[in-house]
């Protein structure tokens, strides 16, 4: 991922964690604000992909699965 959409990324995050923060304060209840955060953390995810942590986790998934088929 280059510094521009990891910038990106954590004005994204920063977004909306303020909106999260401001959710709360008015009185909206923890499983709506928690699904808030979760969905616009994955919709930022798409628009900004970090291909890199992506590979790493799927070679780390791939291990487990064979580590396990051994046993």
Do not use: C, W, Y
Request: glycine content about 4%; proline content about 1%.
């Amino acid at each position: 991922m280059n510094d521009e959409d990891r910038l990106k990324k954590v004005e994204g995050l920063t977004a909306i964690k303020s909106r999260a923060e401001k959710m709360a304060a008015e009185g909206a209840d923890s499983i709506t604000v928690r699904d808030f955060i979760n969905e616009g953390a994955k919709k930022l995810a798409f628009q900004h992909p970090d291909t890199e942590a992506f590979r790493k986790a799927a070679v780390a998934a791939a291990r487990q699965v064979k580590k396990k088929i051994k046993q």
